[in-house]
Antibody, heavy 118, light 110 residues
Framework: DVQLVESGGGLVQPGGSLRLACAIS????????IHWVRQAPGKGLEFVSV????????YYADSVKGRFTISRDKSKNMLFLEMGSLRLEDTGRYFC???????????WGQGTVVTVSS | QSVLTQPPSVSAAPGQTITISCSGT????????VSWYQHVPGAAPKLLIY???NRASGTPDRVSGSKSGTSATLDISGLQTGDEADYYC???????????FGAGTKVTVL
């Protein structure tokens, strides 16, 4: 079965850092791009970042560019999101999602909650 | 403000048909694959439609999608109480090099 399981969320102060992880199973990691998508409290879904199947290409939302870094460890079937210089507006639930055929995000994890607060 | 424009809410009685619109531009809906997602708060979002009108696994055939130019539409017929959720359209934006979502449409079954 395809599974994506996020971890690493928590409470962090503004300006702090956090590393999210997404454990992947049930499919060949190198064949699929993977997204990070977030949802702030009371808001809609927002693209954060995506990394290609081979790990060579990545893209970021303007709101996180220069502060967040996406990476993957093929040997461990893990995806990561290094988040730095965190702001109050980074608070939300963070999902990892697989890019399926024709760019539909076909499998999602349950998400991990990040709270940025002093 | 979202790049893709959706109505904030749609409501209808059980059994009726609803239509959710998603308006974009030539750099997203106009040239790239459109998907639709159903999200019940607290759960993982679920892919309903990909490539404009292809149903994802598990999507009932009373759910359909279409596209014309830079606008896409999701139709749900035979509305059920279990359809109450937030619905999002999404597409890659070639000009911005990001994936864009609509702001979401809350569906209420009266």
């Amino acid at each position: 079965d395809v599974q994506l399981v996020e971890s690493g969320g928590g409470l962090v102060q503004p300006g702090g850092s956090l590393r999210l992880a997404c454990a992947i199973s049930g499919f060949r990691f190198s064949n699929y791009a993977i997204h990070w998508v977030r949802q702030a409290p009371g808001k809609g879904l927002e693209f954060v970042s995506v990394i290609s199947g081979n790990g060579y290409d990545s893209y970021y939302a303007d709101s996180v560019k220069g502060r967040f870094t996406i990476s993957r460890d093929k040997s461990k079937n893990m995806l990561f999101l290094e988040m730095g210089s965190l702001r109050l507006e980074d608070t939300g639930r963070y999902f990892c999602a697989r890019v399926g055929p024709y760019y539909g995000l076909d499998y999602w994890g349950q998400g991990t909650v990040v709270t940025v607060s002093s | 403000q979202s790049v893709l424009t959706q109505p904030p809410s749609v409501s209808a009685a059980p059994g009726q048909t609803i239509t959710i619109s998603c308006s974009g531009t030539s750099s997203n809906i106009g040239t790239n694959f459109v998907s639709w997602y159903q999200h019940v708060p607290g759960a993982a979002p679920k892919l309903l439609i990909y490539d404009t009108n292809n149903r994802a696994s598990g999507t009932p055939d009373r759910v359909s999608g279409s596209k014309s130019g830079t606008s896409a539409t999701l139709d749900i017929s035979g509305l059920q109480t279990g359809d109450e959720a937030d619905y999002y359209c999404g597409a890659w934006d070639t000009r911005l090099s990001v994936y864009v979502f609509g702001a979401g449409t809350k569906v209420t079954v009266l």
